[in-house]
Nanobody, 120 residues
Framework: VQLQASGGGLVQPGDSLRLSCAASGFTLDPYAIVWFRQAPGKEREAISC????????YYIEALRGRFTISRDNAKNTGYLQMNNLSPEDTAVYYC??????????????WGQGTQVTVSS
């Protein structure tokens, strides 16, 4: 059972990235997909979530309009499209699978993180 986040990298302010969260060993269908991030010196926080069947989406207010969460159940993968990135978005991004979009710090499954660095 594994969740693997990928797609991070070093980009300039204003650039875009799309992160992927691929599941193996289990199906993502019944689970909400949650994205977290942990910036240097800060606690990890839940930033976005998409529910299992209805695909309802949630974002923290600071990201609304710039980030878009989605999922492709056929590919057993979730995504986080990040636009107009700023240095404040620099963090390790993690994906997780959980029963509901509560953003709790102990989701059912954790994925490995992917580093996103925004710098000129």
């Amino acid at each position: 059972v594994q969740l693997q986040a990928s797609g991070g990298g070093l980009v300039q302010p204003g650039d875009s990235l799309r992160l992927s969260c691929a599941a193996s060993g289990f199906t993502l269908d019944p689970y909400a997909i949650v994205w977290f991030r942990q910036a240097p010196g800060k606690e990890r926080e839940a930033i976005s979530c998409i529910t299992d069947t209805e695909g309802r989406t949630y974002y923290i207010e600071a990201l609304r309009g710039r980030f878009t969460i989605s999922r492709d159940n056929a590919k057993n993968t979730g995504y986080l499209q990040m636009n107009n990135l700023s240095p404040e978005d620099t963090a390790v991004y993690y994906c997780a699978a959980d029963l509901y979009c509560t953003g709790r710090s102990t989701p059912r499954y954790w994925g490995q993180g992917t580093q996103v660095t925004v710098s000129s």
